[in-house]
């Protein structure tokens, strides 16, 4: 079963996202029980360095920390290679030579079912 890491500060989103993933048969984990998720670029290096599990990870760009979302999918590009990325933003619109090889946007709002394709697309 493919795990996702999600990381998106704003909670509601958060748990919808996971909701998604999860009735679509992917696995989501989350500190203290069954669901990996978290608010920032500084807890998802932390959980990436921690687990080898992780398959892809769907990250909102905006978001508080030392690095956004964007540095972060760069980040995870240049250290986890075979980590797939799906970037999120409802305020800015990515380029394509902008996002890390590998990487696709899916602009928010999006729907569960945008979400859940853009992952099994990656796999």
Request: aromatic residues 4%; hydrophobic residues 45%.
């Amino acid at each position: 079963m493919p795990v996702v890491l999600i990381v998106e500060d704003e909670m509601l989103v958060r748990l919808t996202a996971v909701f998604q993933l999860e009735e679509a048969g992917f696995a989501t984990l989350e500190a203290g029980s069954a669901t990996l998720e978290a608010g920032s670029a500084d807890e998802a290096i932390k959980l990436l360095e921690a687990r080898k599990d992780i398959q892809v990870v769907f990250t909102d760009i905006n978001m508080p920390g030392s690095m956004d979302g964007l540095k972060l999918a760069h980040a995870i590009r240049h250290r986890w290679p075979p980590v797939q990325l799906v970037l999120t933003s409802g305020r800015l619109r990515v380029r394509k030579e902008d996002l890390p090889e590998r990487g696709i946007f899916l602009g928010k709002p999006y729907s569960g079912t945008e979400l859940v394709n853009a992952v099994r697309g990656l796999l």
